[in-house]
């Protein structure tokens, strides 16, 4: 899949919040007519184009994306003969607005390995975004209910003091969670750079790694492990900064769910940290070997950022990066020195 082809809906999202924020206050300001039928749209647009920018990452056909425009429109169209109907738009805007944030919840906890267009380097990140952007969405569904409630019981005596207090509060953290995660969807491949795909040189009947009896993988999952440690190896595919498992399993050319399960069955990991392992490894291997500064070292195997690079470093080796240095170093000098 072409990522060059997905819907990218990040920079749409922080257009409609800002305009959305504009709009809120026109209507509880000078309140022109025509705000009174936009500000209902422009609510209902958040929830389906925050929902698109995961599933953006999660590798979803771009032809998948219009059904979440129906409720939009449904919307709109109240909005339109509201003056006739009187339906009541904001419970609608709330069950849309909780509906997305469950659904977010859920995909959020369904792991760092469904979302296949994701730098594996962005795995944390993206995951706390997901979550942040989630109970907003919730939020701001109680925040509807409240207006909702205001009108009813109040004559909407307390809406300008609600609608400030969450804008004020919601609108700039999600912004700011979907600007990163459309910073973690990397640029698309050219085939040059994915085809030819590496060749495997292993069969299930040849393959020696380990037994399968002794853990829940299958022998076609030790296969995928030796295809990817192969690959690792010699074509050094973790250097890619830009490494997503959607990109990783046109480069096996293994199916991206194979990849993650095999991985998780055997390692009982997620392939971000499989991954990231490879890269420490050769992290330590150039902090040893090499004079190269700590950072050119972290660009060098394929981490983005430092305080990601010293994370994982710490989860694999248990210190950090020049603590490991100086400790090697010492050592060297040590077997070096006669008398030690």
């Given at each position: 899949m072409d990522n060059g ?6 920079p749409?999202f ?8 504009l ?12 705000i009174?039928?936009?500000r ?22 771009s032809t998948r994306a219009w059904p ?5 429109f449904?919307v709109?169209v ?10 009541p738009?904001?419970?609608?805007l709330?069950m849309?607005?909780?509906?997305y944030?469950v ?14 267009n994701?730098?594996?380097t962005?795995?944390d990140?993206?995951?706390?975004s ?7 969405m919730?939020f701001?569904g109680?925040?509807d ?7 009813s019981f109040n ?5 300008t003091?609600?609608?400030a ?13 979907i ?11 050219s085939?040059?750079d ?17 037994n399968p ?6 022998a076609e999952?030790f296969?995928?492990m030796?295809t ?9 595919l ?6 997503t498992l ?5 480069r ?12 998780n ?13 490879y890269?420490i490894?050769e992290?330590?291997?150039l902090l ?6 700590i ?20 989860r694999?080796?248990?210190?950090t990066?020049?603590d ?10 040590d077997?070096r020195?006669?008398?030690?």
């Amino acid at each position: 899949m072409d990522n060059g082809n997905l819907f990218r809906p990040a920079p749409v999202f922080i257009g409609a919040c800002i305009l959305l924020s504009l709009t809120v206050g026109l209507r509880w300001s000078i309140d022109p007519p025509s705000i009174r039928f936009i500000r209902p749209i422009i609510a209902a647009l958040l929830p389906p184009i925050a929902w698109l920018c995961f599933t953006n990452l999660q590798g979803w056909p771009s032809t998948r994306a219009w059904p979440h425009f129906l409720a939009p429109f449904a919307v709109a169209v109240m909005s339109y003969f509201w003056q006739i109907w009187r339906l009541p738009i904001d419970p609608i805007l709330a069950m849309l607005y909780f509906a997305y944030g469950v659904q977010l919840l859920r995909s959020a906890n369904s792991g760092p390995d469904d979302l296949e267009n994701m730098r594996l380097t962005d795995a944390d990140g993206v995951r706390r975004s997901m979550f942040t952007v989630a109970g907003l969405m919730i939020f701001s569904g109680v925040i509807d209910l409240m207006i909702f409630a205001d009108f009813s019981f109040n004559r909407g005596t307390h809406v300008t003091s609600i609608v400030a207090t969450a804008n004020l509060a919601a609108l700039p953290i999600i912004c700011y969670a979907i600007a990163i995660i459309g910073r973690s969807v990397p640029e698309s491949e050219s085939e040059a750079d994915v085809l030819p795909a590496f060749v495997r040189s292993h069969d299930p009947e040849t393959t020696t790694n380990a037994n399968p009896a002794d853990s829940n993988a299958t022998a076609e999952d030790f296969v995928v492990m030796d295809t990817l440690d192969a690959a690792m190896k010699l074509k050094k595919l973790y250097r890619d900064p830009d490494l997503t498992l959607d990109r990783l399993s046109r480069r096996l050319a293994i199916p991206s769910r194979k990849i993650s399960s095999a991985i998780n069955r055997i390692n009982g990991h997620n392939v971000s940290q499989v991954v990231n392992g490879y890269r420490i490894r050769e992290c330590m291997r150039l902090l040893t070997d090499t004079d190269l500064p700590i950072t050119d070292v972290m660009f060098e195997c394929g981490f983005r950022t430092k305080s990601n690079f010293n994370k994982e470093f710490a989860r694999v080796s248990g210190t950090t990066p020049s603590d490991y240095r100086r400790s090697a170093r010492r050592q060297a000098d040590d077997s070096r020195d006669p008398m030690a």
